[in-house]
C-alpha cells in the first residue's frame, strides 16, 4: 500500500514537471519533436483549444492569505490519442498551438512506447531553461554592490 | 432627457481613418512591430499590463501601438478585451519568496543575504539625454558574475526579532473578494484593496503616496526591500486533483517597513505596506505600498485625517479607466442637457434683473 502510495506519488511528481516544462516549450521545440515520433497515434481533441484568463492571486505581505493580483491569459487543451490516453496541456499566453502539443506531448507521456521520446523533449527544454535562468542569474549577480568601509581621517 | 438623432456616420468613419492615417505616421519609415515595442518600449507595455489587469506582453504591446502611445488608451482597450474572454479559475497563490530575483535593493539593511542587487535601474543614471541613443550604435552585452547565496527576505529577518508585524492575515474563513465579480462595498477589506491599488493608476498611487510623505498621513516609511522577477504561476487542474504550471510572469514587489508607536491593542513595533505589481515597476510598487499602509487605519486605531487614509476617496478614484471614462464622457453631446441649463439661467438672469430693476422702483416685484 505505502509502495504503491509512494509510486503514485513519483508519477503526479513526474507528470507535474513534465507539464511544467511543456508549458514552456517553445513551437518549434514541440513541433520538431513530433516530427521526430514515429507511428504516431491519431489526436481527437477532447476540450479545446481555447484560451482564456486565470487569475492570479498574491499573498498579503508576501506570505499572508491571499488576494486578486491581476488575470492573465491562459491556453489549454486537452486530446485523446487513439492508444486511449487523454492529456491536458495549459500555459501562458494566447498560443494555442502551443497548448495542444502541450497536451499531446502530456498524452504521449503516460504511453510506454512513447515515454522516452517525451522525456528526451523535457530534458531538452529543461536544459535551455537552465541555461537561460543561468544566465539571468550571472547577469543580476554581476550588479551586486560590494560595500567598503572609508578609512576615517584622523582629525 | 435623451433624445435620439442620427447623423455623423460618415463624419465618424472619416476620423478613424484619419486616426488610422495618424497612427501609422510617414510612410516612409518602417511601421513599429508589436516585437519591437515588447522588447524596447518594455515597460510602457508592463504598466498597461499592470493597470488593465491582465498579464499579456503581446497584447499590451498591440494595446500600446494601437492607442498611438496613450497609456491610459491602452490600458482601456485591453482591459476591454478580457472581458471577451472565459476564466477558467484562480491561481495557486504566487510565492514571491521563491522568486527568481533580477533586481532586490533593501533601504533597511545594507549587508543582508543576497545582498543588494541593483539589476537593469535607472537608479544613478545621470537623466541626461543620451544622445548616441538616436543611432542604432552597438550595445555592450552585460557583465556576468558567479551568483552568490540566495536572497532572503528582509520581512523574516525582522521577524526574528519580534519588532515586525507577521505577513497579513485575514478573519478566519475568510474568501478573497474579487473587484470583477462584485460591486465595490465600503469598508473594504485588505485583500480587495489590494487587489484595486495594483490595478489603480501609476500616477494617483504615486500622488497618494508622496502626500503621505509631506505630511498627509504620516506613516515613517523605509524600503524594507523591493524585489523584481520571475514568481511560477499554478493552476489546481480538477481533471487531476493536483496543481501544474503555467508558466512564469515578472513582478515587482515591495515591502515597506512603517515605524509604529503602538496602541492600546498592539505594542511598538515596525508595522507593514504590501505592493505587488505586474511587470517590471518600482515606482507603483512602492507607491502602493505605501497607500496600502496608509489605509490600515482601522487595524491600528489611527484617526483618518487625510486623503491617503479614506479608503473610499482612495479606491474610488485610483482605476484610470473608469476616470478617464467619466471625465472624457464629458466631451461627448450634451446639447438637450445643455439647452434646459441655458434655458435656466436665462430665466434666472431675467428674474435677476427684473429684481433689481424691481428694486430702484420700489419692494412691489421683490415679493414674487
Same mark, same amino acid.
Given at each position: 500500500m505505502d509502495a504503491a502510495k509512494t509510486s503514485d506519488d513519483e508519477s503526479v511528481a513526474q507528470r507535474r514537471e513534465g507539464m511544467r516544462l511543456l508549458a514552456r516549450a517553445t513551437l518549434g521545440e514541440l513541433s520538431t519533436a513530433w516530427d521526430a515520433i514515429a507511428d504516431k497515434p491519431e489526436v481527437a481533441p477532447v476540450r479545446g483549444p481555447e484560451t482564456g484568463l486565470v487569475m492570479v492571486r498574491g499573498k498579503i505581505g508576501g506570505g499572508g492569505d491571499a488576494f486578486n493580483l491581476g488575470e492573465a491569459t491562459v491556453s489549454r487543451a486537452t486530446v485523446r490519442l487513439s492508444t486511449g490516453e487523454v492529456g491536458h496541456g495549459q500555459l501562458l499566453g494566447t498560443d494555442k498551438a502551443r497548448a495542444r502539443f502541450a497536451a499531446i506531448f502530456d498524452a504521449l507521456f503516460q504511453n510506454g512506447a512513447h515515454r522516452a521520446s517525451v522525456e528526451a523533449l523535457h530534458e531538452q527544454v529543461a536544459a535551455r531553461l537552465d541555461a537561460e535562468d543561468r544566465r539571468k542569474a550571472e547577469e543580476t549577480a554581476a550588479t551586486r554592490v560590494d560595500f567598503f568601509t572609508m578609512v576615517r581621517g584622523e582629525d | 432627457m435623451y433624445v435620439a438623432v442620427k447623423g455623423g456616420e460618415t463624419a465618424i468613419a472619416n476620423a478613424h481613418r484619419l486616426l488610422a492615417d495618424r497612427r501609422r505616421g510617414d510612410r516612409s519609415l518602417p511601421a513599429i512591430t508589436i516585437e519591437q515595442v515588447v522588447e524596447q518600449l518594455g515597460l510602457a507595455v508592463d504598466r498597461v499590463m499592470a493597470e488593465a489587469s491582465l498579464y499579456d506582453r503581446a497584447l499590451a504591446a498591440l494595446a500600446v501601438r494601437q492607442a498611438r502611445g496613450d497609456m491610459i488608451e491602452a490600458i482601456f482597450i485591453l482591459r476591454a478585451y478580457r472581458t471577451t474572454l472565459p476564466r477558467f479559475g484562480y491561481s495557486e497563490p504566487v510565492d514571491t519568496a521563491r522568486m527568481k530575483v533580477e533586481r532586490r535593493v533593501s533601504a533597511?539593511?545594507?549587508? +543582508?543575504? !543576497? !545582498?543588494q542587487l541593483l539589476g537593469?535601474?535607472?537608479?544613478?543614471? %545621470?537623466?541626461l539625454l543620451d544622445p548616441s541613443l538616436i543611432g542604432e550604435e552597438a550595445v555592450d552585452e552585460p557583465t556576468l558574475k558567479e551568483p552568490g547565496e540566495p536572497v532572503m527576505r528582509v520581512s523574516d529577518i525582522l521577524d526574528g526579532e519580534g519588532l515586525i508585524e507577521g505577513d497579513g492575515q485575514m478573519p478566519e474563513g475568510h474568501v478573497a473578494g474579487d473587484l470583477t465579480r462584485e460591486p465595490m462595498e465600503f469598508p473594504m477589506a485588505r485583500d480587495l484593496r489590494l487587489q484595486a491599488l495594483a490595478r489603480g493608476d501609476e500616477g494617483f498611487l504615486l500622488a497618494l503616496a508622496y502626500s503621505t510623505q509631506r505630511g498627509? !498621513?504620516?506613516? %515613517?516609511?523605509?524600503?524594507g526591500e523591493v524585489r523584481i522577477g520571475e514568481v511560477e504561476v499554478e493552476l489546481e487542474l480538477p481533471e487531476l486533483g493536483f496543481a501544474v504550471s503555467l508558466g512564469a510572469i515578472r513582478v515587482t514587489e515591495c515591502q515597506m517597513v512603517n515605524q509604529f508607536k503602538g496602541s492600546a491593542k498592539q505594542p511598538p513595533q515596525f508595522t507593514r505596506g504590501y505592493g505587488l505589481v505586474f511587470g517590471q515597476s518600482e515606482r507603483k510598487a512602492m507607491s502602493m505600498s505605501l497607500v496600502d499602509r496608509a489605509l490600515r487605519t482601522d487595524e491600528f486605531d489611527e484617526?483618518?485625517?487625510a486623503p491617503a487614509e479614506d479608503q473610499e476617496f482612495v479606491i474610488s478614484h485610483a482605476d484610470n479607466v473608469q476616470a478617464t471614462g467619466f471625465v472624457e464622457h +464629458?466631451? +461627448?453631446? %450634451?446639447y438637450v442637457d445643455f439647452q434646459a441649463e441655458l434655458d435656466l439661467v436665462r430665466r434666472m438672469r431675467r428674474e435677476h434683473d427684473a429684481a433689481r430693476a424691481g428694486g430702484k422702483d420700489g419692494m412691489k416685484e421683490a415679493a414674487e
Open positions: - | 533597511t539593511y545594507k549587508d +543582508l543575504p !543576497g !545582498g537593469p535601474t535607472f537608479d544613478y543614471t %545621470h537623466r498627509y !498621513g504620516r506613516t %515613517h516609511p523605509f524600503v484617526d483618518i485625517v +464629458l466631451k +461627448l453631446p %450634451h
